[in-house]
C-alpha cells in the first residue's frame, strides 16, 4: 500500500519527481524544436501541463521553489557575468534612459487604464500598473546561444531590467508602506542607507574576496565554481536585508565578478553548463506550474480583466522599445529584440500581485489575469527574442571581418608539466573565436634509442592538456614530433601544420650572455617569421587588472602589427583588464587610432616612454596583478632596437612577481633597410 501510494499523482517520492523534472529538460525542447517553438517555450508548457492546475502529477512543493529560486538568480547572474562591462559602461545613460522608459510607459498608461476604465481603487490601480513596468530576463539564455549578448540592444535591456524591477520594487515597498500606515521620512532614511552598504559591499568588497580565493586557490576549479555560486548567494541574501529584491544582489554579484572569470575559462564553461542545463530549465518549470488557464473560463468579468492585463502589458512594452528605438537611432531588428527580451513577466511581477493579494489590495480577478499574463507573455518573449535574435545573428556575422586570410592556429610547445594549465589558458585567451581551429600542444623528444619510451609519457603528459581544454569547450589536437633537436622539431611542427601563433612558456633565467633565452628559443627567433609570445605567468590570469604593453617606434610598420594588437585586444576583453600603451607618441597615435576603428571596445591608456631603461624605473609603479606585455622585434627588422636584447634579463631580474610576455610580431626577417632607419634610438625626441 506504501507502494502505490508513492506512485499515486502527485508524485512526492524525491527520485520520481527529480526524474521527471529531468526527463522533461531533456524531452520538451528536442520535441517544440522539431515544431519550430523555442525550447524555452516547451519547458513552460511542460510545467503547465504536469504542475497542480495541469494533471498534477507534481506539486510546486519547497523543494521546486527552492530550485526554481536558484534558477532565477542564475539567470539574472549570467546576465550581469557575461555583459561586456567597456560597453555597458560606455552605454550605461542608454541603458538609464530605456529603465526609465519601460518603467514610465507601462506604469503610467496602466494606471489610467485600471483607474479610469476598470474603476479601480487608486492603490490597487498603481500596484498592477507596476507589475507591466518590471519583466524577467527569461529569453537571455536564447541572446546567449546566439552570440548577441554583447550586442549593444541586449546591454541596455540587461540595464534597463535592474533599473525598472528596482523601480518596481520601490513602488511596492511605498504601496505597502501606505496600506499599513509606516511610510515617514524614516523609512526613506533607512532604505537609502541599507542600499549604499549593501551596493558597496557587493561591488568592492567581493571583488577583493574572490581576487584572494583566485590567487591563493588557483588550481581547485571545483572550490572556484562552489565560491562563485556562495557569493552570488551572499549578495542576494545582502539585497534582502536591503530591502529590495535578491535578483538585483545576484545581478550586481555578475557585475562584481565580470572581469574575474573570463569568458573562455574552464570555471565561466562550469558556471553556464550548470546553469543553462540545470537551475535555469527548473526555474521556468516552477514559473509553467504556476499558471491556471481554468481562470480564462470563470465568468467574462475575469476574462475581460485577463485580457485588458495581457493587452496593456504588451503593448506598452513594445511602446517602451520603440521609443528607445526613435531615440538611439537603432535598427527594427534591435528594437524587437529590446522587445523580446523585455516583455517577460514573471519574478518581480509575481513579487508584486502576491504582496498585493495578501494585503488584500488585489482582487481574486487580477490574480488570475496575472497568471494569464506570466504564460502569454513567457511565450511572446520567447518567440520574438529567437526570431529576432537569428536575424541579428545572421546580420553581424556579415559584419565580421573577412575570414579568408590565414586562420589562427595556435601551437605550444610544453616542456614543464607544471605550465600545461596556464599556457593552455592563454591560447584560448588568444585564440580567435570566429575561427574553428584546434589548439596544438607539441611534445618534442629527441631522436635516439629512448625515443619511442619517451615519447609515450610525453603523450601522457599532454594528456591534461586534452583534458584541461576540454574544460573550456575547446577543441585540441596533441602533436608529438621526433627529430634531433627540440627546435627542429617545433620548427617542423610549425611547418606542417601551417602555425600563425607560437605560445612558449619561459622559466625567466639567462643561462648565458650570448643568447636572449637560450638555444631552442633563440633558435625560433631566427628561423621563423611566426608571431612568438615568451610568456612567464606567474600570477592567475584572471587576476590581472592592469596590462602594460611597452611599444617600441615603427612597430605599426610591421607586417604583423595587426595580429598582435588583436591579441592585445583580445587578453584585455578576456580579462577585463586595462590596457597602458607605453611608447613614443607616433606610434601611440597610431594605435589609438587603430583601436578606436576595431571591436571590440577595449579600456585603453596611452602614457609616452622615451627609453627601454624606463623599464626598470617602473618597477615600482605596479601591483601584483599588472601584467607586463613588451612587444619586441626579431634583428634587421623595421622597429628592431639593439635594447631591445636587454629586456627579457631585465624583466627575469626585476619583475619576479608579476606575470609577464614578450611578444615578437609576425615579421619578415628578410626586409633590412638601410641604418638610416634602422638606427632609430629611443632617446632622440626629433623622432617622437
Known sequence: MKLLLKLTPPFEDPVIVFGMVLLIILVAPIILNRLKIPGIVGIILAGVIVGPNGFNLLERDASIVLLGTVGLLYIMFLAGLEIDMIDFKKNKNRSLVFGALTFLIPITTGTLVFYFILDYEILPAILLSSMFSSHTLIAYPIASKLGISKNEAVTITIGGTIITDTAVLLVLAVVAGSSKGNLDYFYWIKLAFSLSIFASIVMFVFPYIARWFFRHIEGEKGAQFIFVLAMVFAAAFLAELAGVEAIIGAFLAGLALNTLI????????????????????????SVGMIVDLSVLFRGPEALIIAGTIVVVAVVTKFLAAWATQRIFNYTRTQRNLIFGLSSAHAAATLAVILVGFNLGIINEDALNGTIVLILVTCLVSSFVTEKTGKKLAIIESRKKPNLSEKPDRILVPIANPQNIEKLIDLSVMLKNPEYHE???????????????????????MLQEAITHASATDNDVQLVSKIDINVASGILRAIKELMITEVILGWNAKITTRDRIFGTVLDNLLDNTEQMILVSKIVQPLNTTQRIIVIVPLNTELERGYLRWLRSVQKLSVQLGAKIIFRGRRRTLNKIRQTLSNTKPAVEAQFEPLTD????????????????????????GTISYNSRMDQVPRLLSRNYKDNSFIILYPEQNPMQYLDNSYTSISYGSEANR
Open 262 to 285: 573570463p569568458h573562455t575559462s574552464a570555471l565561466m564553461n562550469r558556471i553556464e553548463f550548470v546553469g543553462n542545463n540545470i537551475f535555469i530549465p527548473f526555474f521556468l518549470i
Open 438 to 460: 584546434p589548439i596544438y600542444p607539441l611534445a618534442v623528444v629527441i631522436d635516439n634509442e629512448h625515443a619511442e619510451e619517451e615519447i609515450f609519457k610525453k603523450n601522457k
Open 612 to 635: 627601454f631603461k624606463e623599464l626598470e624605473e617602473m618597477r615600482t609603479q605596479l601591483q601584483i596583478d599588472d601584467m607586463i606585455v613588451v612587444i619586441s622585434a626579431r634583428e
